[in-house]
């Protein structure tokens, strides 16, 4: 028997975190929590976030993206956790994970990703479709990693970073917190400013 899940958002990304959790068929979602009353999704809007705290289903993926604000999704995150949410990881059946990695709590993976041999990726991430991610990289809590990103081996990347589609890391690069990578650019240095 599948395990009830609610999802937090109803626009674009909800729609492709709707099929990646279709595609793995372990959850049924159960309905959509956003202020809006019309989505473009199959699933009911049961309320905003006020509702929370009289749902009985403990299961959630925060299905908002981070493009306009990095640090959205770490307080969505926190303020669910402190309202006993569960957050399971999502990883569609589409993609490759190495069994030698690990993935936290509430990270979903898109499909047609690759993920390497001893590869670290945090809690309440979005590696998004398309995105290989080689050996040995290390990926902190609450980053979006965009479609077609490429980060080659060894390197490491802060918590609430964005980086932008088509973006490629070579390899053993170190990208601070809070960092972000705008689409298509290519990084053969450490990053440490906000924005590059």
Same mark, same amino acid.
């Given at each position: 028997?599948?395990?009830?899940?609610?999802?937090?958002?109803?626009?674009?990304?909800a729609? +492709?975190?709707?099929?990646? #959790?279709?595609? *793995?068929?372990?959850?049924?979602?159960i309905? /959509? #929590?956003?202020?809006?009353?019309? +989505? @473009?999704?199959?699933?009911?809007?049961?309320?905003?976030?006020k509702?929370?705290?009289? =749902? @009985?289903?403990?299961?959630? /993926?925060?299905?908002?993206g981070?493009?306009?604000?990095?640090? &959205?999704?770490?307080?969505?995150?926190q303020?669910l956790?402190?309202m006993?949410?569960?957050?399971?990881?999502? !990883?569609?059946?589409? +993609?490759?994970?190495? &069994?030698?990695s @690990?993935?936290?709590?509430?990270?979903?993976?898109?499909?047609?990703? !690759?993920?390497?041999?001893? !590869?670290?990726?945090?809690?309440?991430?979005?590696?998004? %479709?398309?995105?290989? =991610? *080689?050996?040995?990289?290390? #990926?902190?809590?609450?980053c979006?990693?965009?479609?077609?990103?490429?980060?080659?081996?060894?390197?490491?990347?802060?918590?609430?970073t964005?980086?932008?589609?088509?973006? !490629?890391?070579?390899?053993?690069? @170190?990208?601070? &917190?809070?960092?972000?990578?705008?689409?298509k650019? /290519?990084?053969?240095?450490?990053?440490? +400013?906000?924005? %590059?």
């Open positions: 028997m599948k395990k009830k899940i609610l999802l937090l958002g109803s626009g674009g990304h729609i +492709s975190c709707a099929d990646v #959790i279709e595609s *793995e068929n372990k959850y049924l979602i309905g /959509l #929590i956003d202020k809006l009353k019309y +989505s @473009k999704l199959k699933y009911p809007i049961i309320g905003d976030d509702v929370l705290k009289k =749902i @009985k289903y403990k299961n959630i /993926l925060i299905a908002i981070s493009i306009k604000n990095l640090l &959205k999704r770490e307080k969505i995150y303020s956790k402190k006993n949410f569960d957050f399971p990881k999502i !990883v569609s059946p589409h +993609s490759y994970i190495s &069994k030698n @690990k993935i936290g709590e509430g990270t979903i993976i898109m499909h047609n990703v !690759v993920i390497n041999s001893n !590869v670290s990726i945090g809690k309440n991430c979005i590696i998004n %479709t398309g995105a290989v =991610i *080689e050996h040995g990289v290390s #990926i902190g809590n609450n979006h990693v965009s479609t077609g990103v490429i980060i080659n081996g060894d390197s490491s990347i802060g918590n609430n964005f980086i932008g589609s088509g973006a !490629v890391i070579i390899q053993n690069i @170190k990208i601070e &917190k809070n960092c972000f990578i705008k689409a650019k /290519l990084i053969l240095k450490n990053v440490t +400013s906000k924005k %590059t």
